[in-house]
T-cell receptor, first 113, second 114 residues
Framework: EPEVTQTPSHQVTQMGQEVILRCVPISNHLYFYWYRQILGQKVEFLVSFYNNEISEKSEIFDDQFSVERPDGSNFTLKIRSTKLEDSAMYFC???????????FGPGTRLTVL | AQSVTQLGSHVSVSEGALVLLRCNYSSSVPPYLFWYVQYPNQGLQLLLKYTTGATLVKGINGFEAEFKKSETSFHLTKPSAHMSDAAEYFCAVSDRKAGNMLTFGGGTRLMVKP
């Protein structure tokens, strides 16, 4: 069964450093998403992406964040200058249609020291 | 704007007992509603969803949920709990816009006692 994959599973970085989280969506899906979950808090929407542009973004998704689909298979989330409060589990998801079910990857746990 | 409230961050049941996980939502549009399950060290897996049509929705692993518009609820049930059901369960609502943002509840951790 096709699945969304994410790498790395765990990333540790120093405050102020740039990180790139990588996702490989399900191959025939066209819509891509990032969510995050700070420990003990709700899963929060960050951004959705379709046709090489952002469809919707939340207030969390400020200028420090960017997304890219650099090739036909990867979808990345970049955080330019990490802060302590960026420590969270980051989930990538994809869907075949705009309102179709979103399928989630296993997550990347980001720890900012 | 959407919001989701899950009553009970932790629910404990005995094996074989009824599972009831509560979810209430608010939405400015007719909602699309979802239940996801997260097993330890895994991603979110779709259990079931309601979009339109029949209000009683059946999902995987024997779970079902009923959409009740008058109560703005979408509670998850399973007649008989199994040890393998121990996990965290998330209710979510879609904004049904082009971005299809999901708004999640806080999650309910289900524990199953032998």
């Amino acid at each position: 069964e096709p699945e969304v994959t994410q790498t790395p599973s765990h990333q540790v970085t120093q405050m102020g450093q740039e990180v790139i989280l990588r996702c490989v969506p399900i191959s025939n899906h066209l819509y891509f998403y990032w969510y995050r979950q700070i420990l003990g808090q709700k899963v929060e929407f960050l951004v959705s992406f379709y046709n090489n542009e952002i469809s919707e973004k939340s207030e969390i998704f400020d200028d420090q964040f960017s997304v890219e689909r650099p090739d036909g298979s990867n979808f990345t989330l970049k955080i330019r200058s990490t802060k302590l409060e960026d420590s969270a589990m980051y989930f990538c998801a994809s869907s075949g249609g705009s309102l179709d079910t979103q399928y989630f990857g296993p997550g990347t746990r980001l720890t900012v020291l | 704007a959407q919001s989701v409230t899950q009553l009970g961050s932790h629910v404990s049941v005995s094996e074989g007992a009824l599972v009831l996980l509560r979810c209430n939502y608010s939405s400015s549009v007719p909602p699309y509603l979802f239940w996801y399950v997260q097993y330890p060290n895994q991603g979110l897996q779709l259990l079931l969803k309601y979009t339109t049509g029949a209000t009683l929705v059946k999902g995987i692993n024997g779970f079902e949920a009923e959409f009740k518009k008058s109560e703005t609820s979408f509670h998850l049930t399973k007649p008989s709990a199994h040890m393998s059901d121990a996990a965290e369960y998330f209710c979510a609502v879609s904004d049904r816009k082009a971005g299809n943002m999901l708004t999640f509840g806080g999650g309910t951790r289900l524990m199953v006692k032998p």
